[in-house]
């Protein structure tokens, strides 16, 4: 969402600069990015509150000064006498309709209006779609306009399991499948509830007469369905992630005050549909438990000031405002406490594990994932959907992405892509293994299995004992009967001529269900102790690799250790790895040849030939500084 830095301003009394107002937004947990005074808000998913200017600046309270209201219209509304049946008081709890009528049309927009579009780039449309776009950007509650005058005197909100075809406002036609939340006039689909409204009773240029929708729908009647019809909407993405049910009055309050400062209102009605089902959390008041969590020992003081900026109302108990749906527990006001105080000011506190894990106490999942790494194998971890229907595919109905819309059946498939991707990158040894639940449709019964899968191409290692040895089936065989298992069933044939690659080095592979691994695991991992220490992790480059080789003569045995122990302490900023593969001893003229392979990679750019030359010239003119040593032909 894009949120401009003046327009924020208007909340915030202290008016902080640009740069501290990151800063701030950032320890709040808010990602963005900022572009010509615009934040680019990257919000999490349970944040649906900060979707809006009022929204974030009740989180900024929390550091500055704020002036959280906005002028509303103050005056009493008659009643509208609207027939309006609710059939999914479960699913929407909470709606109102105000019928607005003004004397003549709005050809020019206040400052604060036309400033919203102008600086966020924004297309205007018509005046009331313009309000209420307005108003959603303002308050974070979504609204919808009808014109009342294209609208039979009756409307339902219902949940329909029927097809019908829907055109939208945007002036596609969709198809209507499966269950959906749809408001109906006269038995036709005039809304996809929270997702868009209908081309037949959208406002116009022309549009006096207009009915305004401000409702709370459950989040779970509304995700997945902008995904599923291809439409992307800033009103499903506010309900998505849920708005505040309470705020209706208040947001067509503010509606109604910003069509008064445009035009004439000669009359004005409400209509509220409501529940007794929603209720305002309330959590216990337990700052023990608190500064267990956050390993603190915050102050009475502190607690009730940071959360009481936070919207949060403190007496015996803690009632969580009706915008924040996603404070659920004890463990939720910890993070906001947490927010407020600074995840970087909270000082690191030593643990002591009460046993060293071992290996013996795992799952057979983790024990064969131990064996495999103990063999210098890489786990990869493939995304579950694919693009390709197979026999027995299993289709989502509703998928993130509309070119994977099938789960897995196997996980070879995607173990032959990741074996592709890297031998573009030059990776000459590939040992790969996944573990993952795949999916068929057996009699349209849904049916899951975990499986194993193991894929392998190039040579066996790095050191010059294996550098010439290739990976093949009988490497895989013999690995496995180490734990007793024969694994000549499970092999699949992988075929390089389907593959988009020019390489010719066979590729070999199997699948197994994990139930199927039997053997002395227990009995390898009791010899194989792990190491206790910790793993450390580091990001891969984005950019390629490269590797020169180098060969040295040594004539004399005894600078033969000295020189190993040279090439080998050599490193740089863009040497990645280093390794001897190849080492050759003469006895007829007592002269001991090795070759080193050096490959080179940097994490922020792509090397060139001179950097590379410049770090060979280094390695071998400290090389060659060991008396005896010299380069073949030289």
């Known amino acids: 969402m894009k949120i401009a830095y003046q327009h924020l301003l208007r909340f915030l009394v202290d008016k902080p600069s640009i740069e501290d ?11 963005h990015e900022i572009e010509d005074s615009i934040f680019d808000m990257e919000f999490t998913p349970n944040r649906g509150d900060c979707l809006s200017l009022l929204g974030l600046a009740r ?84 609204t919808h306009s009808y014109d009342f005058s294209l609208i039979e005197n009756d409307i339902t909100l219902q949940e329909s399991t029927s097809s019908t075809s829907f055109k939208t406002l945007l002036g596609n036609n969709i198809e209507l499948e499966g269950l959906n939340l749809v408001f109906t006039s006269m038995d036709k689909v005039i809304n996809l509830s929270g997702i868009v409204g209908g081309l037949d009773t959208a406002c116009s240029s022309n549009t006096k007469d207009v009915l305004i929708e401000c409702a709370y729908f459950r989040p779970d009647s509304i995700i997945g369905k902008a995904v599923k019809y291809n439409i992307h909407s800033d009103a499903s993405h506010k309900f998505e992630r849920g708005t505040d049910p309470l705020c209706h009055e208040k947001v067509l309050r503010r509606f109604i005050e910003v069509v008064k400062d445009h035009a004439e209102i000669y009359k004005l009605e409400l209509y509220r549909n409501t529940s007794d089902a929603l209720k305002e959390t309330e959590l216990d008041f337990n700052l023990e438990r608190i500064n267990k969590i956050l390993g603190l020992n915050v102050s009475e003081e502190v607690y009730r000031d940071s959360l009481t900026k936070l919207g949060f109302k403190i007496d015996s108990t803690v009632k969580v405002p009706s915008y924040r749906s996603d404070i659920l527990h004890q463990n939720d006001l910890a993070e906001e406490l947490a927010r407020v105080i600074g995840y970087d000011n909270i000082p690191v506190s030593n643990f002591k594990l009460d046993e060293i894990p071992n290996k013996l106490n795992l799952s057979n999942e983790k024990k064969i994932k131990a064996f495999l790494i103990d063999h210098n194998f890489v786990e990869v971890i493939n995304s579950p959907f694919c693009s390709v229907s197979k026999p027995n595919s299993v289709r989502v109905d509703n998928p993130l992405d509309s070119n994977r819309e099938y789960i897995r059946t196997n996980l070879i498939d995607s173990l032959v892509e990741n074996v592709i991707f890297n031998e573009k990158r030059q990776k ?17 019964n849904l049916k899951y299995e975990k499986k194993l899968a193991i894929i392998i191409s190039g040579r066996q290692g790095e050191n010059y004992l294996e550098f010439s040895k290739k990976l093949d089936k009988k490497y895989l065989t013999q690995l496995f009967q180490k734990i007793g298992i024969n694994i000549d069933k499970y092999f699949i044939n992988v075929s390089r001529e389907q593959l988009d690659s020019k390489i010719k080095t066979p590729i070999f592979a199997i699948e197994l269900l994990i139930d199927d691994l039997a053997g002395q695991l227990d009995d390898y991992l009791q010899v194989n102790k792990p190491l206790n220490n910790f793993i450390k992790y580091e990001s891969i480059s984005d950019f390629p690799s490269s590797y020169r080789d180098l060969s040295f003569s040594i004539k004399n045995s005894k600078k033969i250790e000295q020189t190993i122990d040279t090439l080998s302490a050599i490193s740089s900023e863009i040497i990645k790895n280093s390794f001897m593969f190849d080492f050759y001893e003469n006895d007829k003229t007592n002269e001991t040849k090795i070759g080193y ?8 750019r792509t090397l060139t030939d001179i950097e590379v030359d410049k770090e060979i010239t280094r390695i071998t003119d400290s090389v060659l500084l060991i008396d005896s040593v010299s380069l073949p032909g030289n």
């Open 21 to 31: 107002l990151s800063t701030k937004l950032f320890q709040l947990g808010h990602e």
């Open 597 to 604: 392979r050096f490959i080179f990679q940097s994490k922020s």
């Open 59 to 142: 989180d900024l309270n929390v550091f500055y000064k704020t002036n959280l209201d906005v002028p509303i219209y103050e005056d009493e509304i008659a009643p509208l006498n609207l027939n309006f049946i609710n059939q999914t008081m479960e699913k929407c709890p909470e709606i109102s309709f105000l019928n607005i009528q003004i004397n003549d049309q709005v050809s020019e927009y206040k400052d604060y209006l036309n400033d919203y579009f102008r600086d966020l780039k924004i297309n205007k449309n018509n005046f009331f779609t313009d309000v209420s776009n307005y108003v959603a950007y303002e308050m974070g509650q979504p």
């Open 428 to 444: 000459d040894s590939i040992k790969f293994f996944e573990i993952s639940d795949v999916y068929s449709s057996i009699n349209e």
